[in-house]
């Protein structure tokens, strides 16, 4: 920064320096007819755009608009070696003279962004730079007559003595150039018809200004056209030139009268605070009018799951960074987010407005960020309370068909196996043993199948032994070697250690069956007041948690519990899955 404030400076000083060749030239000339007032108006000029480009460059330094006028000043100050006696120098005064101009309606159209947004600006501005050092060119090598006064000097750049010629490409250039001003004076307002009111506010004195420079450029324009007269050679009116030594200046008072009203509406804003309480919608107003963007919302954030949130507690998304039309600025109290405020990008011009608002209204927004994320723990409780019963009558369906599928027809099949037993008995001993050696094993089967369903609904391992001990359990089952880095010593509440103990499960039965993974991880830790579950595997990645009912279900026991799931799983990388469960 200190390093383009040097160059900054730098530029004014050179632009001085050119203030003052041109009240040399123009004092020295001998075909300057109005000496007194072109020394003074021109510098004036000149100087007046250099200084607020340069001010303009150094408060945005990544918006061309400053550049722009900086640009305009440059442009102007070549335009006076008109003045010069030296006809070669007198000749590209002349040939540079329009380019101000140019330089001007770009600056216009590309306020305040600095950029020209729309087709229309960018086709009007190429054609402009082609009329004022393309078109006209051919008249300066024709010998078109370039002398304005009886002692101006003639034309250096004469090749083909071909006045009649020469008229043709100035008439045109000069018929171009009417249609590019009306035109350009129509995308003005067509700019400001499609502002927002913060944006029409701001860029007012600068885009009025600008009309009325167009206007009088205009009928000077079809003036000398009517006159057979050459506008490049004979220059602008004195009522273009008062105004155009406006036209920084208005961008000055537009951006004082923004920055004074707008902080004497934050001081009211202050006022109303302070003698009644707002909250709700009377805060997004108060806000609303301190600021003057109608437009503006309100988002909290959620401490709980650590997002932004509406008044309402649902979830919100905030604006792009890259938005040309909305910005945010979040509001911060005691180092901590509280709130963050959307409103028009216009607004960006005096940032620091936005966070003095936001820091009046700072208290009022905390006690609405609390309502809010109450609203949304609220929402979630009872989106997870009806999930969490929706899954729990699921997995009894499933319970219910398993034992059916499997333990229950076993033991039906035992049952008739030890009823033929009985019956040969006593007549064929042999055949019975081999039938109750049978039974034994049916019976072995059917045990294990209820042991297996007996972990799916809660380990004996994790109640009696806890936490590591089950987890080890799971790990030695798994079809690939799974490393169990860390788990807490003592034991946890036991709602915690059992999600815990399901986010693993079904974080490795998912590695099994999709992941193609060569080893696994686990860890669980306690950090600031939370049980942390990560599961990690070198698998194919790409895991969805919105397509399979499993991690979906281990959401809702979280969330029950006011915890959270991460699932992280970019292709070709791996899956990390993270869940944070509160344990004091």
Known sequence: ????????????????????????????????????????????IGLSFCGTGVFAWLRRPHNRFGALMTGVGFAWFLSALTESNDPWVYTLGV???PLYLVLVGHMLLAFPSGRLETTAARTLIAIAYLDALLVQLPYFFLN???????????????????????????????????????????????????????????????????VALMGTLAVASVDHLLNASNLTVAGPSLASLIVLAALPWAFVIGLLRTRYSRAGAVGDLVERLNAQGVEG??????????????????????????????????????????????????????????????????????????????????????????????????????????????????????????????????LVALSLQLGLAKTKLRDDPDVAERILDGARIELASALEELRELARGIHPAILTDRGLAPALEALASRAPVPVEIDEVPEGRMPMPVEAVAY???????????????????SVRVLRENGYAVVEIEDNGIGGADPSAGSGLRGLADRLAALDGRLEVDSPPGVGTTVRARIPCA
């Open 1 to 44: 920064m200190s390093s383009l404030r040097a160059a900054l400076f730098a530029l004014f000083a050179a632009s001085v320096a050119m203030a003052a060749v041109m009240v040399a030239l123009v004092v020295s000339s001998d075909h300057e007819s109005s000496k007194e007032l072109t020394a003074t108006l021109g510098p004036f």
């Open 95 to 97: 040939y540079l003279g």
């Open 144 to 210: 078109g007559d370039i002398s304005g006064t009886d002692h101006a000097p003639a034309n250096a750049w004469g090749i083909i003595d071909n006045a009649d010629s020469a008229q043709v490409f100035a008439t045109v250039a000069q018929l171009v150039a009417v249609v590019l001003i009306i035109w350009l004076g129509a995308l003005l307002f067509q700019k400001r018809k499609v502002a927002s009111p913060p944006q029409r506010r701001a860029m007012a004195p600068v885009l009025w200004t600008g």
């Open 281 to 410: 919608e009377s805060l997004r107003d108060a806000l609303s009018d301190a600021l003057g963007d109608r437009s503006l919302t309100l988002a909290f954030w959620s401490r709980g799951s650590e997002r932004y949130v509406d008044a309402h507690g649902q979830p919100v998304d905030l604006p792009p960074a890259t938005s040309r039309s909305r910005a945010v600025t979040e509001i911060e109290r005691e180092a901590a987010p509280v709130a963050a405020i959307v409103h028009d990008a216009a607004l960006l011009d005096e940032p620091g407005l936005v966070r003095a608002a936001g820091a009046a209204a700072a208290l009022a927004l905390e006690n609405e960020r609390l309502e809010a994320e109450l609203k949304a723990r609220v929402a979630e409780l009872q989106v997870s309370r009806a999930k969490v019963i929706e899954v729990g009558m699921a997995e009894r369906r499933a319970l219910e068909r398993n034992l059916h599928d499997g333990a229950q027809q076993r």
């Open 502 to 520: 399901f986010v693993v499960a079904e974080s490795l039965t998912n590695m099994a069956k999709y992941a193609d993974a060569e080893y696994a």
